[in-house]
């Protein structure tokens, strides 16, 4: 198949053909020593090289026009097969999902309405807008499809706040009070366009009502994306090929991040039982959407986090793995129901991402040297646009001076030797620093932390160089010592 229908259509088999180059580079950086250490590492992982539709179809138009439709169809017969499969499959788990938030919800409509949304529920193919006219009830205008905005959005808190806030525009107040009095209208109640009519009536919803409401049609969200994104071509085949790997570990909610994000890559450790010994299996999610400009660069900094994982004890069904500097553990059998956006910071977790995204700018270069762009839609340079690098000012100085040290403590595991040359309190007030300014919570505060920070981040690093003469004095003495007490003998 043509080289270049490889990376735009199927980006997993293009990364794993080209997945050589990349271990090469990281041996030219890390030196030839490592070779067998880093091969092991990048030779036993699951590569998942994903794209949203949208980019898919532009890719595929694209291929058909420089290459003619002939000869795209012809080598890619699958992927067009996978289009209408996941067109099918998404009006298929909407009318279920649909069905499963009406009947959750039906118990807060008007018992009147109760028999027509069981005739809804029970239909084989619902229709997306469903009422009575005659009544003027519409279920999904009132409560809403699960993926759309609700008239009962307009009773929410944060309506209120609108409402009673002088700051915000007459236009949108009225917006929000021709929306609530649409919603009685809708539900065959009408007294008129004076608001004031409907706020004392006996069906006003209630905020526990509305509450409740936003949590199931969440819960129905998540569980619509979840299966989506578990079934939808080509998750559908990574979840088969996981299956036929043997890993443990669940990464459901990898799957639906990569969906809900407009671009999401990350690393997530998983394990497998090979022959009574566990060993670690890392997966590793690259979007490889329309901008695929620094797509280069971010491979190597995800592969870099598989370079320093290590699978640390299996413990019954808890796994401890060492990321960086960092451990991580998670719970073989756990299944992640519902999605989480966010999530707790681990203690060196953003530290630890500006260095390894620091270190995964040289290795971009030493590739960049050896094969220009290979995965990146075209030879250019990398233009820093990660987010982490937003705190480079805080730890640049501390990644060029102690290079050495820290990539030997990341890779060994053994932050000793890190601790050993810069000082372990040093390293901890480094870290805090990093992790004040991110906690930031606007841009003002961050400004005016910017001068305090750099002020408190070159105390830091005098105490680090301090601490590294002190050290390497002391091993010089007992270096002399050791060598007298040899000659001696």
Same mark, same amino acid.
């Given at each position: *198949?043509?080289?270049?229908?490889?990376?735009?259509?199927?980006?997993?088999?293009?990364?794993?053909?080209?997945?050589?180059?990349?271990?090469?580079?990281?041996?030219?950086?890390?030196?030839?020593?490592?070779?067998?250490?880093?091969?092991?590492?990048?030779?036993?992982?699951?590569?998942?090289?994903?794209?949203?539709?949208?980019?898919?179809?532009?890719?595929?138009?694209?291929? +058909?026009?420089?290459?003619?439709?002939?000869?795209?169809?012809?080598?890619?017969?699958?992927?067009?097969?996978?289009?209408?499969?996941?067109?099918?499959?998404?009006?298929?788990?909407?009318?279920?999902?649909?069905?499963?938030?009406?009947?959750?919800?039906?118990?807060?409509?008007?018992?009147?309405?109760? #028999?027509?949304?069981?005739?809804?529920?029970?239909?084989?193919?619902?229709?997306?807008?469903?009422?009575?006219?005659?009544?003027?009830?519409?279920?999904?205008?009132?409560?809403?499809?699960?993926?759309?905005?609700?008239?009962?959005?307009?009773?929410?808190? #944060? *309506?209120?706040?609108?409402?009673?806030?002088?700051?915000?525009?007459?236009?949108?107040?009225?917006?929000?009070?021709?929306?609530?009095?649409?919603?009685?209208?809708?539900?065959?109640?009408?007294?008129?366009?004076?608001?004031?009519?409907?706020?004392?009536?006996?069906?006003?919803?209630?905020? #526990?009502?509305?509450? +409740?409401?936003?949590?199931?049609?969440?819960?129905?969200?998540?569980?619509?994306?979840?299966?989506?994104?578990?079934?939808?071509?080509?998750?559908?085949?990574?979840?088969?090929?996981?299956?036929?790997?043997?890993?443990?570990?669940?990464?459901?909610?990898?799957?639906?991040?990569?969906?809900?994000?407009?671009?999401?890559?990350?690393?997530?450790?998983?394990?497998?039982?090979?022959?009574?010994?566990?060993?670690?299996?890392?997966?590793?999610?690259?979007?490889?959407?329309?901008?695929?400009?620094?797509?280069?660069?971010? /491979?190597?900094?995800?592969?870099?986090?598989? /370079?320093?994982?290590?699978?640390?004890?299996?413990?019954?069904?808890?796994?401890?793995?060492?990321?960086?500097?960092?451990?991580?553990?998670?719970?073989?059998?756990?299944?992640?129901?519902?999605? +989480?956006?966010?999530?707790?910071?681990?203690?060196?977790?953003?530290?630890?991402?500006?260095?390894?995204?620091?270190?995964?700018?040289?290795?971009?270069?030493?590739?960049?040297?050896?094969?220009?762009?290979?995965?990146?839609?075209?030879?250019?340079?990398?233009?820093?646009?990660?987010?982490?690098?937003?705190?480079?000012?805080?730890?640049?100085?501390?990644?060029?001076?102690?290079?050495?040290?820290?990539? #030997?403590?990341?890779?060994?595991?053994?932050?000793?030797?890190?601790?050993?040359?810069?000082?372990?309190?040093?390293?901890?007030?480094?870290?805090?620093?990093?992790?004040?300014?991110?906690?930031?919570?606007?841009?003002?505060?961050?400004?005016?932390?910017?001068?305090?920070?750099?002020?408190?981040?070159?105390?830091?690093?005098?105490?680090?160089?301090?601490?590294? *003469?002190?050290?390497?004095?002391?091993?010089?003495?007992?270096?002399?010592?050791?060598?007298?007490?040899?000659?001696?003998?």
């Amino acid at each position: *198949m043509n080289d270049r229908i490889i990376r735009d259509l199927d980006p997993t088999q293009y990364l794993n053909d080209k997945l050589n180059l990349y271990i090469e580079a990281f041996i030219s950086y890390y030196g030839e020593e490592y070779r067998e250490f880093i091969e092991n590492k990048l030779n036993n992982i699951f590569i998942i090289a994903y794209q949203h539709d949208i980019d898919f179809t532009y890719k595929l138009r694209l291929l +058909e026009e420089q290459l003619g439709q002939d000869v795209v169809k012809d080598k890619s017969k699958e992927y067009y097969e996978s289009i209408e499969y996941n067109s099918t499959l998404r009006v298929k788990l909407l009318n279920k999902y649909r069905k499963e938030y009406a009947n959750r919800v039906k118990y807060l409509l008007p018992k009147k309405y109760h #028999e027509i949304v069981e005739q809804y529920i029970k239909s084989d193919n619902p229709p997306f807008i469903f009422g009575i006219k005659n009544n003027c009830f519409e279920f999904e205008e009132v409560l809403g499809d699960i993926k759309t905005t609700t008239l009962y959005d307009y009773f929410t808190d #944060e *309506m209120d706040e609108k409402l009673n806030n002088s700051e915000v525009s007459d236009v949108e107040k009225q917006t929000i009070i021709k929306k609530r009095m649409k919603y009685f209208k809708t539900i065959g109640i009408d007294m008129g366009d004076d608001y004031s009519n409907y706020t004392k009536l006996e069906e006003y919803p209630s905020p #526990e009502m509305i509450r +409740e409401i936003r949590k199931i049609k969440k819960q129905i969200q998540d569980l619509y994306n979840l299966e989506l994104n578990s079934k939808i071509y080509p998750n559908c085949l990574f979840n088969k090929k996981e299956k036929e790997m043997g890993l443990l570990l669940d990464s459901s909610e990898e799957f639906s991040l990569i969906r809900l994000k407009e671009e999401y890559n990350c690393v997530h450790p998983n394990i497998r039982n090979n022959k009574g010994k566990m060993e670690l299996i890392p997966e590793m999610f690259i979007y490889t959407g329309i901008d695929s400009l620094q797509r280069d660069n971010i /491979i190597i900094h995800e592969l870099n986090h598989i /370079i320093e994982m290590a699978l640390m004890d299996v413990s019954g069904n808890m796994v401890t793995i060492r990321s960086g500097w960092d451990i991580t553990q998670d719970i073989i059998g756990e299944k992640k129901e519902h999605i +989480e956006l966010e999530h707790n910071a681990r203690k060196y977790e953003r530290l630890n991402e500006i260095i390894n995204e620091l270190l995964a700018i040289d290795i971009h270069k030493k590739f960049k040297s050896m094969y220009g762009s290979v995965f990146s839609s075209q030879n250019s340079e990398y233009n820093l646009s990660c987010c982490y690098l937003e705190q480079e000012y805080i730890a640049k100085d501390f990644f060029e001076t102690y290079k050495k040290k820290i990539i #030997e403590s990341r890779l060994t595991g053994n932050m000793q030797v890190l601790f050993d040359a810069i000082g372990e309190e040093n390293f901890e007030a480094l870290n805090n620093l990093v992790n004040e300014e991110y906690q930031a919570t606007d841009d003002f505060t961050k400004t005016t932390l910017h001068d305090d920070i750099r002020k408190r981040r070159d105390s830091i690093l005098k105490k680090m160089n301090l601490h590294t *003469m002190m050290h390497t004095s002391a091993n010089n003495t007992n270096q002399i010592m050791q060598e007298r007490t040899i000659n001696r003998s």
